[in-house]
């Protein structure tokens, strides 16, 4: 009793100290929801497991907030994120937006100061967050900037060597070839200050530049002091860009801002879209379907001849059958994708044949489906087996006494009442292969492709098509793949509550 007692206590203790040294850190991110979720869950805890009293409660805790924490979340996450326009360019605020094309407007003057430049991160090298330790060349005094401001060091604070900072506690300081690796982000690096900005120059330099640009937190405006011409935010898209009067760009960086319903509209308006939608759709439905039917009907015809008693090396076999399940997928699939070579894969040239397996679009799923049954039929060997040894052999003797034979028994005793384990497992399978994508990505790459529609493939399902258009040559839409997504979830859902609609009548069985 003592010792879970103190089991009990050290867990609750690590949790709740957990929480609260994260507290400061989710304040200063202003992470209040993610914040309030911790401590609501703490207080759970606590007042499920501090006492002997609600012993349901013990039970039915865990389940359920790994539930709410790997399920319920996600998905709430992605249904917000679907009603943003977050991708590739817009994934910074506002705020930080204007103060990147304040930063990338500094120009360099005659008496623009000059510092001695040390690039250190608190995170990975290459991406940061990034401190830029600065020595004026000058008056030799040392500065930390980050983009929310510059702040002067106290002596002793850093170590400095031959005029730079070269160590600071909790930094890491890059070497040459780490800031050459990371110029990309670093030349949008820019400290403001009271005048301008601070900028790379070079990989041991920087320079405090005057900004040309001038930000209107008013009007939201951003005006050009060399012409005077005013910037005012106009939507273009699902994205929106500070222009001049005429429509000209100021810059092609815009922000993380809510659209509403527009990706969800974009998906059932756009032609590039639906083009190949509904022969797509077609496709993952019977890809879906053949890969059930295929694994099911083999893996079963397996483990009825496997459970037969008169069949000698019986563990044997099975062990032998359990190879393709354990060897991991994307390894099998990238060997079967050179069994296929039309040229020197081992099918044709053991056959004699010349099929273009991946070149042709019937193939390619023929090829498909013939994968997936490879890598799928061990686990319905599996399922099938362990159903068949639930059957009470009392029913089988008396099918027998009643005069059916071998194969009326088991299309009218032993089938059904096998289905009734395995319906539920049967649907399953049925969705993920919905969404299976490794094998599709792995294998065809959703190829092959005409040149009237490079976009959709012939072997394409619903979820490798929709994750090209989203992470295509346009680059990474996030909000639009999580709106495609949510419909993707929505789609399987249906499909497998209309699945567990029509296995209900087998409750009846027995």
């Known amino acids: 009793m003592t010792a879970a007692v103190v089991v009990r206590v050290l867990c609750l203790g690590t949790l709740t100290g957990t929480a609260a040294a994260l507290t400061p850190a989710l304040v200063a991110e202003r ?35 790994l539930l709410v ?28 937006t204007i103060a990147r094309i304040l930063g990338n407007a500094v120009v360099r003057t005659e008496s623009s100061p000059r510092f001695n430049l040390s690039v250190a991160s608190t995170g990975p090298p290459a991406t940061g967050p990034f401190t830029f330790f ?53 030349r949008e690096f820019t400290v403001p200050t009271a005048g301008g ?151 044709n040239a053991s056959t004699g044949l010349t099929v273009n397996w991946l070149g042709d679009p019937l193939w390619a799923k023929v090829a ?36 059916a034979g071998g194969f009326t028994g088991f299309r009218r005793i032993t089938f059904p009442l096998l289905l009734v384990a395995v319906a539920p497992i049967l649907v399953a399978t049925f969705a993920f292969n919905f969404n299976n994508y490794n094998v599709i990505e792995l294998l065809t790459h959703g190829g092959p492709f005409t040149p009237d529609n490079p976009d959709a493939g012939a072997t394409d399902i619903l979820i490798s098509y929709t994750v090209r258009l989203a992470f295509g040559a346009g680059g990474a839409q996030f909000g639009f793949a999580s709106a495609i997504a949510t419909l993707l979830f929505v789609i399987t859902g249906v499909l497998a509550a209309a699945q567990f609609r029509t296995t209900r009548r087998l409750e009846e069985v027995g």
């Open 31 to 65: 992470r209040y929801v993610f914040l309030g979720v911790a401590w609501a869950a703490i207080a759970v805890l606590l007042a499920t497991y501090a006492t002997r009293r609600a012993v349901p409660a013990k039970y039915l805790v865990p389940g359920t907030l």
């Open 197 to 347: 900005a601070i900028r790379q120059q070079g990989v041991r330099e920087a320079f405090e530049g005057r900004a040309f640009l001038r930000y209107d937190d008013v009007g939201d405006t951003i005006t050009d002091t060399r012409t005077g011409v005013r910037f005012t935010p106009q939507r273009q898209g699902d994205r929106e860009y500070f222009v001049d009067p005429a429509g000209n760009r100021l810059a092609d960086q815009s922000w993380r801002a809510g659209v509403g319903l527009d990706n969800y509209r974009r998906a059932f308006t756009d032609t590039r879209i639906l083009g190949g939608f509904l022969r797509i759709f077609a496709w993952t439905l019977a890809f879906a379907t053949g890969s059930v039917v295929l694994t099911f009907a083999l893996g079963l015809g397996l483990a009825v001849m496997l459970n037969d008693p008169r069949v000698r090396g019986q563990k044997l076999y099975r062990s032998l059958l359990l190879v393709p399940y354990a060897v991991p997928g994307f390894i099998s699939i990238l060997v079967w994708s050179g069994f296929y070579n039309q040229e020197y894969g081992l099918i």
């Open 69 to 96: 924490l790997f399920i319920v979340t996600p998905v709430l996450a992605t249904l917000q994120l679907s009603t943003t326009n977050y991708g590739d360019g817009t994934r910074t605020s506002k705020e930080q």
């Open 368 to 403: 498909l489906l013939l994968t997936n049954l490879w890598l799928g039929f061990p686990y319905m060997f599996l399922v099938a087996t362990g159903a068949l040894q639930a059957v009470p052999a009392e029913l089988k003797e008396a099918a027998t006494i009643d005069g």
């Open 134 to 186: 600065l020595v004026d060349q000058a008056s030799g005094a040392a500065y930390a900037g980050t983009e929310d401001g510059l702040r002067p060091l106290e002596p002793g604070a850093v170590t400095r060597t031959d005029g730079f900072v070269t160590a600071a506690p909790g930094y890491t300081f890059l070497t040459p070839r780490q800031v050459n690796d990371a110029t990309p982000l670093l």
